[in-house]
């Protein structure tokens, strides 16, 4: 794999003075098309061998480039704020926006690759890694990422080379340590791991591309030419990145009876038993968020449910057990200008609860496959491909010790009309019923379909939905309360 | 000064039964007036005596209104992210955006309050931090906010009792540690101390609030109570909250010679001298930058000039002798839909770089005694103002030790105009001209008296402007490296 990048590619002084002003010319003309007509984010990781230049690469495209959309990321040790959250937040969080180029030194694949070789972690362990590392850029890809893994390679012997090279030079002294000798000496321990996670993860929306870095001339107008045109193509290509439509194949059941047919929407409790199993429940919540076993954990809540349903007073329940200094509650609305700019998921990762913390999130991540799924607000392949997406988020999150739990509220179609009613009748101007509450009744089976697929799909071990039987806002609350309770026991 | 809030205040259970329905009614019209009608931030401080039932108030009012705009917020030990920042960052990022409340355990006054108690810090010390919280607060109060600042009091034997109530209850003893016991003793010593901070630092706009917590339906009742007399207040006043005008009180000159036409427009450097100084500058910056002095520094740089002087050309001259991993450039153009509902500042807080990092701002805060001075986007004493937020704000930078540098690109107005006969010609459809770029030049003076009066108000000891002759693109490069070196080099 490695052997065309050790051919000794070299580029003379000459042709380097004639190509790179040409080249800065089309650099910057394909970045002001990149921000003006039609905005992608443009993620690109600089990865390789240590004293490869990856430094010095970045360096000379922020000086051809328009450095101002170019944002570096060195990723170092994670800050206490990015240790206390699943391992992948801190790369969300410095994602490029639409029309802007992040470079990743040391991305996702470090940590686990370091952990291979020097940590003693098996290859199988890494493989697990590689896996999600795929879904994560396939996601990427579809949310319209350009995305460029280049491995700036180096044989030992002309790191070597190059390491005594720097030594050599009084001006670049200071930059050779004792670790990059370490790193030398384990060269061959490196490549064969590097060409395992090359040849896995390389694929055709975000290939790794291995560029010899012996010659800095060739190391930096390879990697600038590499970039430059593959932008432009997709600056050329006029197609949409997902298709509006795919077959989908569907279950063609031969009744009416599914998971929300088949509720119970009777069960209900009497005003005292409410009262009392609101105390008790309440009291045990309170306990089990002040136990110390939770100082290292978090959770994330998810309430759902159709209008009306009760998700707001449900809410203010599983509130009440707790101290307000440590949950946010966040009402999903319509995105804001930065979270357009962003891949659909990254409004939700932004608040993710750090240790000790609780998120509740009126209306979430799912709104992609129910409202956005029904009203077409996206395309059919986008609310496709969200359950997979909403999954991996998911398991992201578990595997860190979030707790996730997901409560769907459910009342009948008779039940919301009478609520709906009532809520006309009282004339809160904070109750007010908006048309668009009324239309979405009109959809009331497209609705319902569309949750059926959604717990389906997304009801999993690690972060299961409880469908609450809402028509007695008293039994659902305390359903919803019990149901916490229950979950965080077993987690803690 | 407490006398009031020991006099045994009580709420009958009967009372209370009574008065909180209607209360929560009306607090949730408020808050729903709130975010519909004209938004505006809420920014609450809970604090007083330990053990004063700080908690359970926000805990009871976020049960009684809609708690999903509410946000409370512990501002327990500062994070290692926010430990890199001047001390203010952590409730910049933290505050509520308009139309949203945001309650603080903890505010501001903590920090300098136990350092003077319990850490042997001088009155005087406490005192020069008292006079940076009124002059943020008024400008938090000038930005629109309703700020109010809650002492929940008990007297020391009220105190006692308290914490004896709680020990004796199984259901809440855990909440009596030894601490609490400590602060018991210290009362006497706090209380000076409160009355003095309390005394100082309440305004008309910022007012403190005093309120007896012995008894807990009282304490709820009156801090509700008081939050929604005060939003209410605000809701019914429709007066601006600034005057679209103030009489200005201006130097009247009888020449003109200023600041900016005493410049020397000739001063230029031929290519060969350029070259060599580039080049020397680069290193000697490139070395500062890696200095082990610099690990616990950061730096913010501005760049202002008037159009076409040469921002880019000299950033892009700065960041040649920089790792992209270490610095960030941020263009400030209109402000996204998030930055809008925030304070004016803020959007700039948010880019605070932590240690060993660089912010570039290619424009700036500057912008509001600019632009938005001369094309009128905001009130006359919105500008006015703004010139002691801005010392404040860079005073608060320097003050944690980031070192603050500005440049100011100066061009004559027949330079301008060669330059953008150049832009339109070259036909780079990057460097197009606006008809902005044409407009502005027609307020050339407007704009040139704008200037020098913030080089007047905003060049201080601890962040000079430097102003930079631009006529020619060589000398002005060179003269901002220069500078940049010799700033670096006194500071470190």
Known sequence: MFEAAELGHAISKADYKIEVPKLREQLLDAQFELGEKKPFPVVVIISGIDGAGKGETVNTLNFWMDPRNIHAHAMGDPSDEEQERPAMWRFWRKLPPKGAIGFFF???????????????????????????????????????????????????????????????????????????????????????????????????????????????????????????????????????????????????????????????????????????????????????????????????????????????????????????????????????????????????????????????????????????????????????????EINDFEEEMARHGVIVCKFWLSITADEQLTRFNEREATGYKRFKLTDEDWRNRDKWDEYAHAVCDMVERTSTEIAPWTLVEANSKYYARIKVLKTLCKRLESEL
């Open 106 to 388: 040391g991305s996702w694949y470090s940590h686990p690759m370091r952990q291979h070789i020097e940590g003693g972690k098996s290859r199988d362990y890494l493989d697990s890694y590689l896996e999600d590392f795929l879904r994560f850029e396939r996601m990427l890809a579809d949310e319209g990422a350009l995305i460029l893994k280049f491995w700036l390679h180096l044989s030992k012997d002309a790191l070597k080379d190059r390491l005594k090279d720097l030594e050599g030079d009084k001006a670049t002294k200071w930059r050779v340590t004792k670790t990059d000798w370490d790193r030398y000496e384990h060269h061959d321990d490196l490549m064969p791991v590097a060409e395992h996670v090359l040849r896995r993860t390389s694929t055709g929306h975000a290939p790794w591309i291995v560029v010899e870095s012996g010659d800095e001339k060739y190391r930096n107008l390879t990697v600038a030419k590499t970039i430059l045109k593959a932008i432009k193509a997709r600056l050329a290509d006029d197609a949409k990145p997902t298709p509006a439509s795919v077959p989908v194949v569907a279950l063609d059941q031969s009744d009416d009876v599914n998971l929300l047919t088949a509720l119970d929407y009777t069960k209900a409790l009497s005003k005292k038993d409410y009262k009392n199993q609101l105390e008790y429940y309440q009291g045990k919540l309170n306990k089990l968020f002040r136990s110390k076993k939770f100082h290292d954990r978090s959770v994330v809540l998810v309430f759902e449910g159709n209008d009306a349903a009760g998700k707001g007073g449900a809410i203010r329940r599983v509130i009440g057990a707790m101290d307000s200094r440590f949950y946010d509650i966040h009402p999903i609305a319509a995105p804001s200008d930065e979270e357009k700019v962003q891949p659909y998921l990254w409004r939700f990762w932004r608040h993710m609860p750090g240790q000790g913390k609780t998120a509740i999130f009126d209306r979430s991540w799912y709104g992609r496959v129910l409202v956005e799924r029904v009203e077409g607000y996206c395309a059919q392949a986008d609310w496709l491909r969200a359950y997979g």
